[in-house]
């Protein structure tokens, strides 16, 4: 299968205008507003953004899985021909694992500590392929096989609490693709993880999304982990999207001052800064009118653009075929 | 005998120690108490099974000669007032003590698991209406709940366990809902929804294995009671009627000969004591084996 049909037919994942709400006390907040966002088939996109940015919920919106109270309240969510807003949570539960799938920040901690790992990749196969106990069993022991699992038969008779988190990773990597869903979304898959385990988990990811055709949504604030894994990157700020474009001319040429900020503040070997550089301010609510970076904008306070703080810059092409939302990348 | 049920949050264990359930057993298998306890058990369950062959007499043959014979090697524990041997009674009525455990802590278990889970990971008003349901079943007294249940269903020994099970619900269904809201919210199950798991299926085959262990071991304290429940029914004559071989019916029936021939008051008064302690000890076995902050 290839994995570089980008943005050019119909793509497999296609968010418009996402909008999921939480209700406080203090009125709702809008945790995703806005959200433009599109996945073709077999590509790996980045969504990167801060803290609190709203890529996890964006992530549970696309599965159904946002918690009471909060709830999608506008936008649409297309997954090839199926709107995923539009379906009854029993057909929603028929496409979880079964076409989208995903996998958590805690590696540990997503697994049932009470049985056996193999049985809970064997599962999978009993109650969505009807297999046997012994062949569901077998085809559990392949995957584990498959993800880097030493000795997978043995492996396959442990517990979570057994085995290491950059393994517990792999198990969940294996659990998430048995079925060989279409989409695969990785929530911060490597963070709770040693850096050294980090690069392997990632290559595991990158290598068996390919081999099964399957698109990756890799939810990540590292930067480094999407220059080193995705065909095209989304950058989130404040709930919605400010940046796509493919990876390499992202990181050759950043438009919006925030994503420019973010890679200004990755340090560099051989460079020797007393302090690592940093965007300052933090995250403005999506409340107001107006860019919401604008309070933070280094580029708006050099270039005095007024309409920042009142008008809403749209989405415009980059000339790569991406997407920038800001007035000065547009001026 | 005392009618408090044993609080719940007391014995509401994280479920830390589940998966190692190799470890458990071994730390069992190294603790005196648990020998002691599941010794006493396991004889209790094999006086059971195999009692026409361990008794000396018809536990229920009347013979007015032999009538109130102190123990002696003849009659191991004496006889009775007619003259029945009290030793094939007591061992007969280790069948009776096993069926009421067995009766009432499942029909306690099953009903109360069940409301249990179904408030703990239900909506939010069927949460409302099953633990307000559970208040009220709380707001009465344990002895007076059960004989208001005796009271519709008539006195015999199957409505004093159904009476007993009852009564045992709210204990039950406390405890698992409380477990169930610490587990529901865990990534893993989160993972089991986002692996598109039905409601039932992440019920049954994921937040239920996680809260067995706390369960096992509030049973372990919840049983003894209910079985000392059946018994004093059985005392005040709403429970097992005569002639059953039951320990709280034979204690009632002499009562009148306590200073007469004591043995035959001392004898079910004993058995009641010693398997009451089996569990009650296996129990505290339990939970300082499961309980993670003991150890």
Redesign the interface.
């Known amino acids: 299968m290839t994995c570089s049909t980008r943005g050019a037919a119909e793509p497999l994942l296609r968010i418009e205008a996402l909008r999921t709400e939480f209700p406080t006390n203090a009125g709702p907040v809008r945790a995703v507003d806005g959200l433009d966002l599109t996945i073709g088939s077999g590509e790996i996109l980045g969504l990167v953004g801060e803290s609190g940015c709203g890529k996890t919920v964006t992530a549970l919106s696309v599965l159904g899985l946002v918690d009471r109270p909060g709830r999608v309240t506008g936008g649409a969510i297309r997954f090839g021909e199926t709107d995923l807003l539009a379906l009854p949570p029993a057909r929603m539960a028929a496409i979880r694992g079964e076409r989208i799938a995903m996998i958590f920040q805690q590696p540990r901690g997503s697994l049932n500590p009470v049985m056996r790992i193999g049985s809970q990749i064997a599962e999978q196969f009993i109650r969505r392929r009807a297999l046997g106990r012994a062949e569901a069993w077998a085809r559990a022991v392949a995957l584990l096989r498959a993800v880097g699992i030493p000795a997978p038969e043995s492996g396959a008779r442990a517990y979570p609490h057994e085995i290491s988190g950059g393994q517990a990773q792999r198990v969940m990597i294996a659990i998430a693709l048995a079925l060989e869903p279409q989409l695969l979304i990785a929530d911060e898959p490597t963070t709770a993880l040693d850096v050294t385990v980090q690069a392997q988990v990632l290559a595991l990811l990158r290598e068996r999304c390919r081999t099964l055709g399957t698109a990756l949504m890799l939810v990540t604030h590292d930067l480094g982990v999407v220059a080193q894994l995705a065909d095209r990157v989304t950058v989130m700020y404040a709930g919605h999207a400010v940046e796509t474009a493919p990876v390499a001319s992202l990181f050759a040429r950043p438009m919006h001052p925030y994503t420019q900020g973010l890679l200004a503040a990755i340090p560099r070997p051989g460079e020797n800064r007393e302090r690592l550089a940093e965007i300052p301010g933090s995250v403005a609510l999506a409340t107001q009118t107006g860019c919401r970076f604008a309070a933070r904008c280094a580029e708006r306070t050099r270039l005095h653009l007024d309409r920042c703080e009142n008008e809403m810059p749209p989405l415009v092409p980059r000339p790569d075929g991406g997407m920038v939302r800001c007035w000065a990348a547009q001026s | 005998m005392s009618f408090t049920t044993a609080e719940p949050s007391l014995l509401a264990l994280p479920?830390a120690a589940?998966?190692?359930r190799r470890a458990t057993l071994h730390a069992l298998l190294h603790n005196r108490t648990a020998w002691i306890g599941g010794g006493v058990l396991l004889l209790i369950i094999f006086a059971a099974a195999f009692a026409p062959w361990i008794v000396p007499y018809d536990p229920y043959r009347v013979d007015p000669i032999v009538r109130l014979q102190p123990p002696s090697l003849a009659h191991l524990f004496g006889t009775d007032a007619l003259g029945r041997d009290i030793f094939s009674r007591i061992v007969y009525g280790t069948r009776l003590f096993l069926l009421i455990c067995a009766i009432a802590a499942s029909i306690a278990a099953s009903i109360g698991v069940t409301l249990g889970l179904l408030a703990g990971s239900g909506p939010a008003w069927l949460d409302m209406l099953i633990m307000r349901l559970i208040d009220v079943l709380l707001a009465f007294p344990y002895i007076l709940l059960v004989l208001a249940v005796i009271a519709i269903l008539g006195p015999s020994l199957w409505t004093a366990m159904v009476a007993v099970g009852i009564a045992g619900i709210p204990g039950y269904a406390r405890l698992v809902r409380a477990e169930v809201l610490s587990v529901r919210s865990?990534?893993?199950v989160?993972?089991?929804?986002?692996?598109?798991?039905?409601v039932w299926?992440i019920r049954l085959?994921?937040i239920l294995?996680?809260v067995?262990s706390p369960l096992i071991v509030y049973g372990t304290f919840a049983t003894p009671l209910a079985v000392l429940a059946a018994a004093a029914l059985s005392f005040l004559g709403l429970g097992a009627q005569p002639p059953a071989a039951e320990w709280g019916a034979m204690l009632v029936n002499a009562r009148t000969l306590m200073f007469t021939a004591w043995w035959t008051v001392a004898a079910p008064g004993m058995a009641i004591f010693v398997a009451i302690l089996s569990l009650n000890l296996l129990g505290n076995a339990l939970r300082d084996v499961l309980d993670p902050r003991s150890r």
């Open positions: 479920a589940a998966g190692s865990l990534e893993y989160e993972a089991m929804r986002a692996a598109g798991a039905g299926r085959g994921t294995p996680n067995v």
